[in-house]
């Protein structure tokens, strides 16, 4: 069973900086794809970054191209989006996703909240 805890969540003022993690668990993930989408509190669930177990290729949602950054500890199973110059516009729950043959898995959120 495929388990995913996110972590790093946190308040932090426009224009810092925070972290997140996904500790992935309960299988190898060779050729599954990872990924971090959000949710803002009455809308819909949005895509913001995705990256391949193997590293090669990496996605962007448009709104946070050029800010954020998505990346994988092979050794540590984890996956970690390191979020700069963040807005507030960028408050949501944040979820890590891994997907595989068309299965997704989801971690449970971390709630991150940017105030002006």
């Known amino acids: 069973q495929v388990q995913l805890v996110e972590a790093g969540g946190g308040l932090v003022q426009a224009g810092g900086s925070l972290r997140l993690s996904c500790a992935a668990s309960?299988?190898?993930?060779?050729?599954?794809?990872m990924g971090w989408f959000r949710q803002a509190p009455g809308k819909e669930r949005d895509f913001v970054a995705a990256i391949r177990w193997s590293g090669i290729g990496t996605k962007y949602g448009d709104s946070v191209k050029g800010r954020f950054t998505i990346s994988r500890d092979i050794a540590k199973n984890t996956v970690y989006l390191q979020m700069n110059s963040l807005k507030p516009e960028d408050t949501a729950v944040y979820y890590c996703k891994a997907r595989r043959f068309g299965l997704d898995y989801w971690g449970k959120g971390t709630l991150v909240t940017v105030s002006s």
């Open positions: 309960g299988r190898t993930f060779d050729n599954y794809v």
